[in-house]
C-alpha cells in the first residue's frame, strides 16, 4: 500500500510537470484549460503509463532471471534481447531506412531484432533437454553470446552512420517513453500482462529453485520445462518493452533487492513488489529526466544508470562481505 501510495504520487507529479507546466491544484480540481487537457491526455498521460508498463515489465523479468540464474546479479540484459533490439534498430536506421522515415523504422526493426533473439533463445531451450544441470548456465552463455555478438556488430554499423542517425539511434538506446500512442501502448501492456502472467504462476517454483535444484526437483518442479517457460517469457517482457523503449537499464537489476530488502526472500511477493518499484523508479527517471536540464529531455536509461550504478556497487560489496564472512565462519 505504501508503494502504491508512492507511485500514484509519482504519477500526479509527473502529470503536471514538463516544458509546459499545469498547475497541481487546477489538476486536481478539475479546472484545466483546453490546452492544459490536450497536453495531459496526449503527451504526459501516455508518457506514464509506458514508464510503468517498462518499469513493471523489466522488474518482474528480472526477478525471475535472478530466481532462475540463483544469481543475484542477473538481470534482463543477461539473455541478450535488448542488444538484439538494438542491433534490428541499427540495422534499419543506418542501412535501410530514408532519412524521413528513421522514428518510423525503429519500433518494428528492434522488435524483429529482438524476435531473433527470442527464436534462437526458444529452440536452445527446447533443445536443452538432455543438458540437465548446465541447462541454465549453458543459457546464460548463450544470452552472453548474443550479447558480444550483436554489440560487435552494432559497432561495425554505427561506424557507417551520419551524425543524425548516430544522434537518433542513440537517444533511442539509451530509453524514452515519449512518443507513444495509446493504441500502441495497449498493445505492449497486453503483451506484457500476458507473458507476466505466465511467469507468475511459476513464482513458486522459482522459489523452490531458489533453494537448489535438489530442493525443487524434491518437491515436484519439472525444472527443464520451467526453464523454457521462464526464458519465454522474460525474452517476451524484454523484447516488447525494448523495442518501443529502448533499453532502460539497471531497472531489472535494482528493483527485486529493493523488494527482497521490503518483504523477504518469497518469491511471488519480490515479484509483485518488484513490478511496483520498477514502476516508480521509471517514473521518477522519467521525471528527472525532463527535470535535470530543461527544456532538453535527457535519456531516460542514463538516468536510471545513475541510480543503479551506485546500487550495483553496493551490492557487490554486500556480496563481497557476506562471503568473506562465511568463509572465516569455516
Not at 497541481?24 to 496526449?42: F, K, P, Y
Not at 525532463?290 to 556480496?319: D, K, Y
Amino acid at each position: 500500500m505504501i508503494l502504491a501510495a508512492l507511485l500514484v504520487i509519482a504519477m500526479t507529479v509527473s502529470l503536471a510537470f514538463g516544458a509546459y507546466p499545469i498547475s497541481l491544484i487546477a489538476l486536481l480540481r478539475g479546472e484545466l484549460d483546453a490546452t492544459a487537457m490536450n497536453v495531459l491526455i496526449d503527451l504526459r498521460a501516455p508518457r506514464i503509463a509506458t514508464a510503468c508498463v517498462a518499469g513493471a515489465a523489466f522488474a518482474l523479468a528480472g526477478a525471475a532471471l535472478q530466481a532462475l540464474f540463483r544469481n543475484p546479479l542477473a538481470d534482463p540484459g543477461l539473455l541478450g534481447v535488448p542488444s538484439a533490439a538494438g542491433l534490428g534498430a541499427a540495422i534499419a536506421v543506418v542501412l535501410l531506412a530514408p532519412s524521413g522515415w528513421m522514428a518510423l523504422a525503429i519500433w518494428p526493426a528492434a522488435m524483429l531484432g529482438a524476435l531473433v533473439a527470442v527464436a534462437i533463445l526458444i529452440a536452445f531451450a527446447s533443445g536443452a533437454r538432455q543438458l540437465g544441470a548446465q541447462a541454465t548456465s549453458s543459457l546464460l552463455l548463450l544470452g552472453v553470446a548474443i550479447n558480444a555478438a550483436c554489440g560487435a556488430s552494432l559497432a561495425l554499423i554505427t561506424s557507417l552512420a551520419t551524425e543524425s542517425q548516430l544522434r537518433t539511434l542513440a537517444f533511442w538506446m539509451l530509453g524514452s517513453f515519449a512518443n507513444l500512442s495509446w493504441p500502441v501502448i495497449a498493445a505492449m501492456a497486453l503483451s506484457s500482462a500476458l507473458a507476466g502472467l505466465f511467469l507468475l504462476r511459476d513464482a513458486n517454483a522459482l522459489g523452490a529453485l531458489t533453494l537448489g535444484e535438489r530442493t525443487a526437483r524434491s518437491v515436484g518442479v519439472n525444472l527443464k520445462q520451467l526453464r523454457i517457460r521462464v526464458a519465454i517469457a522474460c525474452a517476451v517482457l524484454v523484447a516488447v518493452v525494448t523495442a518501443f523503449c529502448g533499453n532502460v537499464a539497471f531497472v531489472g537489476l535494482a528493483a527485486p533487492h529493493l523488494a527482497r530488502m521490503w518483504v523477504g526472500a518469497q518469491q511471488r511477493g519480490v515479484m509483485v513488489i518488484s513490478m511496483l518499484i520498477g514502476a516508480l523508479l521509471c517514473v521518477m527517471a522519467d521525471i528527472l529526466a525532463r527535470a535535470l536540464a530543461s527544456p532538453v529531455e535527457l535519456p531516460v536509461g542514463a538516468i536510471t544508470s545513475i541510480i543503479g550504478v551506485p546500487m550495483l556497487v553496493w551490492l557487490v560489496l554486500r556480496l563481497s562481505r557476506a562471503s568473506s564472512m562465511s568463509g572465516a565462519a569455516r
